[in-house]
T-cell receptor, first 116, second 113 residues
Framework: NAGVMQNPRHLVRRRGQEARLRCSPVKGHSHVYWYRQLPEEGLKFMVYLQKENIIDESGMPKERFSAEFPKEGPSILRIQQVVRGDSAAYFC??????????????FGPGTRLTVL | GENVEQHPSTLSVQEGDSAVIKCTYSDSASNYFPWYKQELGKGPQLIIDIRSNVGEKKDQRIAVTLNKTAKHFSLHITETQPEDSAVYFCAANDHTGGFKTIFGAGTRLFVKA
Protein backbone atom coordinates (compact mmCIF):
# COMPACT_ATOMS: atom_id res chain seq x y z
CA ASN A 1 0.00 0.00 0.00
CA ALA A 2 1.32 3.39 -0.91
CA GLY A 3 1.40 5.87 1.92
CA VAL A 4 0.79 9.59 1.72
CA MET A 5 2.77 11.08 -1.13
CA GLN A 6 3.90 14.66 -1.37
CA ASN A 7 5.66 16.49 -4.13
CA PRO A 8 7.88 18.17 -4.66
CA ARG A 9 10.03 17.15 -1.71
CA HIS A 10 12.04 20.35 -1.99
CA LEU A 11 10.88 23.62 -3.50
CA VAL A 12 12.83 26.83 -3.89
CA ARG A 13 11.03 30.04 -4.73
CA ARG A 14 12.01 33.70 -4.89
CA ARG A 15 10.04 36.28 -2.97
CA GLY A 16 6.82 37.15 -4.78
CA GLN A 17 6.52 33.85 -6.65
CA GLU A 18 3.85 31.23 -6.12
CA ALA A 19 4.40 27.89 -4.40
CA ARG A 20 2.17 24.93 -5.17
CA LEU A 21 2.44 21.87 -2.95
CA ARG A 22 0.72 18.60 -3.80
CA CYS A 23 -0.48 15.78 -1.60
CA SER A 24 -1.89 12.42 -2.59
CA PRO A 25 -3.52 10.72 0.41
CA VAL A 26 -3.43 7.04 1.19
CA LYS A 27 -5.67 5.24 -1.30
CA GLY A 28 -9.21 5.28 -0.01
CA HIS A 29 -8.65 8.11 2.45
CA SER A 30 -10.98 11.06 2.00
CA HIS A 31 -9.72 13.35 4.78
CA VAL A 32 -6.63 15.49 4.23
CA TYR A 33 -4.85 17.80 6.66
CA TRP A 34 -2.04 20.27 6.11
CA TYR A 35 0.49 21.25 8.78
CA ARG A 36 3.44 23.62 8.82
CA GLN A 37 6.64 23.00 10.75
CA LEU A 38 9.25 25.65 11.37
CA PRO A 39 12.80 24.52 12.25
CA GLU A 40 13.08 23.13 15.78
CA GLU A 41 9.33 23.50 16.33
CA GLY A 42 6.24 21.30 16.42
CA LEU A 43 3.65 20.96 13.71
CA LYS A 44 1.00 23.67 13.43
CA PHE A 45 -2.40 22.79 12.01
CA MET A 46 -3.36 24.75 8.92
CA VAL A 47 -6.40 23.24 7.24
CA TYR A 48 -8.61 20.14 7.14
CA LEU A 49 -10.34 19.14 3.91
CA GLN A 50 -12.61 16.45 2.65
CA LYS A 51 -13.27 15.86 -1.03
CA GLU A 52 -14.37 19.19 -2.54
CA ASN A 53 -14.92 20.74 0.91
CA ILE A 54 -12.89 22.78 3.35
CA ILE A 55 -13.96 21.65 6.80
CA ASP A 56 -11.65 23.66 9.05
CA GLU A 57 -9.22 26.35 7.90
CA SER A 58 -8.76 28.04 11.24
CA GLY A 59 -4.99 27.57 11.16
CA MET A 60 -4.43 29.01 7.72
CA PRO A 61 -3.33 32.62 7.21
CA LYS A 62 -6.18 34.67 5.78
CA GLU A 63 -4.13 36.05 2.91
CA ARG A 64 -1.99 34.39 0.24
CA PHE A 65 -2.73 30.82 1.39
CA SER A 66 -5.39 28.56 -0.09
CA ALA A 67 -6.07 24.84 -0.19
CA GLU A 68 -8.23 22.52 -2.19
CA PHE A 69 -8.99 18.83 -2.44
CA PRO A 70 -10.81 18.24 -5.72
CA LYS A 71 -12.97 15.27 -6.57
CA GLU A 72 -10.18 13.93 -8.74
CA GLY A 73 -6.48 14.40 -8.15
CA PRO A 74 -4.29 15.45 -5.25
CA SER A 75 -4.88 18.05 -2.60
CA ILE A 76 -3.10 21.32 -3.34
CA LEU A 77 -1.73 23.88 -0.89
CA ARG A 78 -1.08 27.12 -2.69
CA ILE A 79 0.95 30.03 -1.39
CA GLN A 80 0.87 33.18 -3.44
CA GLN A 81 3.50 35.93 -3.36
CA VAL A 82 5.76 33.98 -1.03
CA VAL A 83 7.84 35.75 1.61
CA ARG A 84 10.89 34.54 3.50
CA GLY A 85 8.74 33.75 6.55
CA ASP A 86 6.93 31.09 4.51
CA SER A 87 10.10 28.98 4.49
CA ALA A 88 9.18 25.82 6.39
CA ALA A 89 8.38 22.15 6.01
CA TYR A 90 4.78 21.53 4.99
CA PHE A 91 3.30 18.17 5.87
CA CYS A 92 0.17 16.56 4.61
CA UNK A 93 -1.68 13.84 6.51
CA UNK A 94 -4.68 11.72 5.65
CA UNK A 95 -7.19 9.60 7.51
CA UNK A 96 -9.78 7.09 6.35
CA UNK A 97 -13.43 8.11 6.02
CA UNK A 98 -14.90 5.65 8.44
CA UNK A 99 -12.87 6.86 11.39
CA UNK A 100 -13.75 10.50 11.12
CA UNK A 101 -11.66 13.61 11.18
CA UNK A 102 -10.21 13.22 14.64
CA UNK A 103 -8.75 9.79 14.28
CA UNK A 104 -5.37 8.41 13.29
CA UNK A 105 -3.56 10.53 10.75
CA UNK A 106 -0.85 9.21 8.46
CA PHE A 107 1.78 11.73 7.43
CA GLY A 108 3.63 12.20 4.20
CA PRO A 109 7.37 12.97 3.93
CA GLY A 110 6.78 16.70 3.64
CA THR A 111 7.72 19.47 1.22
CA ARG A 112 10.55 21.71 2.32
CA LEU A 113 9.93 25.20 0.97
CA THR A 114 12.80 27.66 0.83
CA VAL A 115 12.10 31.26 -0.11
CA LEU A 116 15.10 33.20 -1.30
CA GLY B 1 -9.10 25.58 21.84
CA GLU B 2 -6.69 22.88 22.88
CA ASN B 3 -3.14 23.61 24.09
CA VAL B 4 -0.52 20.90 24.54
CA GLU B 5 2.63 21.34 26.60
CA GLN B 6 5.50 18.86 26.32
CA HIS B 7 8.54 18.24 28.54
CA PRO B 8 11.45 17.93 28.42
CA SER B 9 12.55 19.59 25.19
CA THR B 10 15.74 17.50 25.15
CA LEU B 11 16.42 14.14 26.74
CA SER B 12 19.65 12.19 26.75
CA VAL B 13 19.80 8.61 28.04
CA GLN B 14 22.25 5.75 27.99
CA GLU B 15 21.45 2.79 25.78
CA GLY B 16 19.33 0.32 27.74
CA ASP B 17 17.88 2.92 30.08
CA SER B 18 14.26 4.10 30.04
CA ALA B 19 13.04 7.40 28.64
CA VAL B 20 9.91 9.24 29.78
CA ILE B 21 8.29 12.17 28.00
CA LYS B 22 5.39 14.02 29.59
CA CYS B 23 2.60 16.11 28.12
CA THR B 24 -0.32 18.09 29.49
CA TYR B 25 -3.42 19.25 27.66
CA SER B 26 -5.98 21.91 28.44
CA ASP B 27 -9.25 20.81 26.82
CA SER B 28 -11.11 18.17 28.84
CA ALA B 29 -13.13 17.36 25.70
CA SER B 30 -10.07 15.89 23.96
CA ASN B 31 -10.37 12.12 23.71
CA TYR B 32 -7.59 10.98 21.39
CA PHE B 33 -3.85 11.26 22.13
CA PRO B 34 -1.34 10.05 19.53
CA TRP B 35 2.44 10.03 19.78
CA TYR B 36 4.64 10.54 16.75
CA LYS B 37 8.32 9.92 16.08
CA GLN B 38 10.08 12.13 13.57
CA GLU B 39 13.50 11.33 12.19
CA LEU B 40 15.63 13.93 10.49
CA GLY B 41 14.25 14.92 7.10
CA LYS B 42 11.19 12.71 7.38
CA GLY B 43 7.52 13.05 8.21
CA PRO B 44 6.07 12.15 11.63
CA GLN B 45 5.36 8.48 12.11
CA LEU B 46 2.64 7.32 14.47
CA ILE B 47 4.15 5.03 17.12
CA ILE B 48 1.31 4.63 19.61
CA ASP B 49 -1.98 6.27 20.51
CA ILE B 50 -4.46 6.14 23.36
CA ARG B 51 -8.11 7.03 23.70
CA SER B 52 -9.70 8.54 26.77
CA ASN B 53 -11.58 5.37 27.70
CA VAL B 54 -8.35 3.62 28.76
CA GLY B 55 -5.58 4.59 31.15
CA GLU B 56 -2.65 2.71 29.69
CA LYS B 57 -1.57 1.05 26.47
CA LYS B 58 1.56 -0.90 25.69
CA ASP B 59 3.25 -2.02 22.48
CA GLN B 60 6.50 -3.91 23.03
CA ARG B 61 9.02 -1.38 24.43
CA ILE B 62 6.64 1.56 24.18
CA ALA B 63 3.84 2.42 26.60
CA VAL B 64 1.58 5.40 27.06
CA THR B 65 -0.36 6.38 30.18
CA LEU B 66 -3.25 8.81 30.42
CA ASN B 67 -4.57 10.62 33.48
CA LYS B 68 -7.80 12.31 32.45
CA THR B 69 -8.36 13.98 35.81
CA ALA B 70 -4.98 15.67 35.75
CA LYS B 71 -5.08 16.07 31.97
CA HIS B 72 -1.67 14.65 31.37
CA PHE B 73 -0.26 11.74 29.42
CA SER B 74 3.20 10.23 29.14
CA LEU B 75 5.29 8.15 26.77
CA HIS B 76 7.57 5.50 28.23
CA ILE B 77 10.29 3.82 26.17
CA THR B 78 12.11 0.96 27.89
CA GLU B 79 15.44 -0.64 26.92
CA THR B 80 16.28 2.28 24.66
CA GLN B 81 18.39 1.71 21.56
CA PRO B 82 20.39 4.16 19.44
CA GLU B 83 17.76 3.90 16.69
CA ASP B 84 15.22 5.36 19.13
CA SER B 85 17.06 8.69 18.78
CA ALA B 86 14.61 11.11 17.13
CA VAL B 87 12.16 13.89 17.93
CA TYR B 88 8.98 12.72 19.63
CA PHE B 89 5.73 14.67 19.53
CA CYS B 90 2.66 14.21 21.67
CA ALA B 91 -0.67 15.43 20.38
CA ALA B 92 -4.33 15.75 21.28
CA ASN B 93 -7.41 16.17 19.17
CA ASP B 94 -9.36 19.41 19.24
CA HIS B 95 -13.07 19.60 18.58
CA THR B 96 -13.26 23.39 18.69
CA GLY B 97 -14.68 24.64 15.43
CA GLY B 98 -13.87 21.44 13.55
CA PHE B 99 -11.39 18.61 13.57
CA LYS B 100 -7.70 19.13 14.13
CA THR B 101 -4.74 17.68 15.98
CA ILE B 102 -2.73 19.93 18.27
CA PHE B 103 0.93 19.00 18.71
CA GLY B 104 3.36 19.56 21.54
CA ALA B 105 6.63 21.31 20.77
CA GLY B 106 8.57 18.03 20.66
CA THR B 107 11.26 16.23 22.64
CA ARG B 108 14.61 15.52 21.08
CA LEU B 109 15.75 12.13 22.41
CA PHE B 110 19.40 11.12 22.25
CA VAL B 111 20.28 7.53 23.07
CA LYS B 112 24.00 7.14 23.70
CA ALA B 113 25.59 3.84 22.82
Amino acid sequence: NAGVMQNPRHLVRRRGQEARLRCSPVKGHSHVYWYRQLPEEGLKFMVYLQKENIIDESGMPKERFSAEFPKEGPSILRIQQVVRGDSAAYFCASSPPELGGTDTQYFGPGTRLTVL
Amino acid sequence: GENVEQHPSTLSVQEGDSAVIKCTYSDSASNYFPWYKQELGKGPQLIIDIRSNVGEKKDQRIAVTLNKTAKHFSLHITETQPEDSAVYFCAANDHTGGFKTIFGAGTRLFVKA
